[in-house]
């Protein structure tokens, strides 16, 4: 290690405050990266590892597309900053991508982040109400294990605990109905969702938030029924219906958005990670037509979305997200999402040999692992096993994903997401790896049981 990189270190520890880290005792800085290519990322030294999430699966097309850099370069060079309270051609020509990827009209509203995304799908929700005559419809109804992000209005419409824990009292409002678990329960969750717009009152309700597959919540699909019947109910009882694609959209699931494969429309829809692929930060809100259409009138003096983000629709970033969609189009890195996400869940199914492992599950390269220290009763395996195993993998090459201070005593899912351009090879490897790291963790008392 050079004398610059021991300084960097240090300086690390002194001066930056990492998210999710207890920094207390910290013997060294977390992991420095320098630089990305293709599925893997290398530190100082020329370590490298897999990335098996993307970053915070985010990097659908992989690291270090110079094409990408270009595009930023160009784009800074010729108008590096414009307000969407004008124009500019990226903004236009992104929305224009997103509106033909959805397949059916809708407006796009620009922000930099899932969490904004979702604060912004928040009010579009209440003042479409506000200005369709339904002014007592406030509430929004979320999902226990969700995550929508981290700001106070996406933290209230988060049902993870442990996420919300020393934030607490959050914004008043927000409402919670149990989300399908297939390993856990087996309870009727849009007739739960129905029931909680029944007893919460039809009229006070905005709109029902959740993403397609819960994602950091631990992988949770749910039936193929679930999310059309979430439709009807919602369109039966005037409940919009927002769906958090941030982690699910843009091909991560082996289709376009998830919610496609399930034939369903939702009112609006957010995203973020995988628009840009994490090389720049991006929000998108789409509301559909007709609730676009309610902001054409002057109801109650609110006559258009009062709301701003200084760097919404920023010409680089959404330069760089459409090359983005283009290179997803061109690589047709749906499909290879989709065949390489079969192939690691295929390659992952004999870990279901082991005692400790209770379900293996996934759709395309959004995979989670459930483990457990007995699979008759289903007991969650405790979350240092769990820390572990991510650490054995990443001394073996493979970064590795986990649920972390989500739903207490849930912190048991490992999880999987790696760049969409994933080769046959490194699924393979991505199988071999987290076998080992299993095999060489699992205490031998409870892999007996
Ligand atoms: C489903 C979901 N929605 C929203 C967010 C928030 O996105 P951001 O971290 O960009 O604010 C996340 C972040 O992980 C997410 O997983």
Redesign the pocket.
Known sequence: MSQSDRDLGALDLECLWHPMLQHQGLAAAPRRIERGEGCFVYDAEGNRWLDGVSG??CVNVGHGRAELADVAREQMAKLAYSPLTMSHEPAIRLAAKIVEWLGYPGKVYFSN??????EAAFKIARQYHAQTGGAGRHKIIARYR??????LG?LSATGQAERRLGYEPLVPGFVFTEAPDSYRQSADCAEALEQTILHEGADSVAAFIM?PII??GGVLLPPDDYLPRVREICTRHGVLLIL?E??TGFCRTGARFAHQRAGVQPDII?F??GIASGYVPL?ATVARNEIFAAFGGAAGGLDHFRHINTYAGHPVSTAVALRNIEILERERLEENAAAMGERLLTKLQPLLEQPNVGDVRGKGLLLGIELVADRATREPMEAETLTSIAQRCAEHGLIIGRTTNATPGLSNVLILAPPLILLEEEADLIARTLEEALLKVLPADATAR
Request: hydrophobic share 30%.
């Open positions: 915070l699966w982040s899932g969490s904004e995304a979702n969700g995550y929508h992000g981290n700001t996406a993403e994602a950091g958090d941030v982690v957010t973020a990670k929000g």
